[in-house]
């Protein structure tokens, strides 16, 4: 069965900084891999994801995550972050054979100060 | 126009009552899925539907029950409700299932309070 780590509970960057937030996964071949972000009172919303190809995926809100095989893990990146990225990310898991559901890390708070 | 709507956002109940949490997509999409989010946050699956089917179905008490009577809804009711079912419910709907890798699209959870 899959499973996600993240293992930051909560992390605080200054609003403009650089941001990197980690994502471990532990699954035996190559799984389906997303980052979502909830804010605060909000349902989730898809920020990007990875099947296969080029390892350094591109999303929305100028969001990117590298995928690394060698290490497991998806780890997501933003090069200056805005007071309005201050949210929940949840990075989740699906395998692509069979067993249809996604596994979710238990997030990272991400606090913005100004 | 809401893509993922869930009536009511808000539901406090006492224990042993039964309720029901609907869900609705306008995206004409296949699946459907609900989702627990605890205290600290941790999301689970619970149910997953694909064209009125159920293809999810975690370990979750038998009390809860989902119905989809068609493909843009899926509620789910609760019977005899216990303190530890206090969450935030999240419904979610996606085109196809998951191992198309389809994004998923959810609605704006339910807060079950349970005194």
């Known amino acids: 069965a899959q499973s996600v780590t993240q293992p930051d509970i909560h992390i605080t960057v200054s609003e403009g900084a650089s941001l990197e937030l980690r994502c471990n996964y532990s699954?035996?071949?190559?799984?389906?891999l997303f980052w979502y972000v909830q804010s605060p009172g909000q349902g989730l919303q898809l920020l990007l994801k990875?099947?296969?190809?080029?390892?350094l995926v591109q999303g929305i809100k100028g969001f990117e995550a590298e995928f690394k095989r060698s290490q497991s893990s998806f780890n997501l990146r933003k090069p200056s972050v805005h007071w309005s990225d201050a949210a929940e990310y949840f990075c989740?898991?699906?395998?692509?054979?069979?067993?249809?559901?996604?596994?979710f890390g238990t997030g990272t708070r991400l606090t913005i100060i100004p | 126009d809401t893509a993922v709507s869930q009536t009511p956002k808000y539901l406090v109940t006492q224990m042993g009552n039964d309720k029901s949490i609907k869900c609705e997509q306008n995206?004409?999409?296949?699946?459907m899925y609900w989702y627990k989010q605890d205290s600290k946050k941790f999301l689970k699956i619970m149910f997953s539907y694909n064209n009125k089917e159920l293809i999810i179905n975690e370990t979750v008490p038998n009390r809860f029950s989902p119905k989809s009577p068609d493909k843009a809804h899926l509620n789910l009711h609760i019977n005899s409700l216990e303190l530890g079912d206090s969450a935030v419910y999240f419904c979610a709907s996606s085109q196809d299932i998951v191992t198309s890798g389809d994004e998923q699209y959810f609605g704006p959870g339910t807060r079950l309070t349970v005194t």
């Open positions: 990875y099947f296969s190809g080029d390892t």
């Open positions: 699954y035996g071949a190559t799984p389906y």
């Open positions: 989740a898991v699906a395998s692509p054979f069979g067993n249809e559901k996604l596994t």
């Open positions: 995206l004409g999409h296949d699946t």
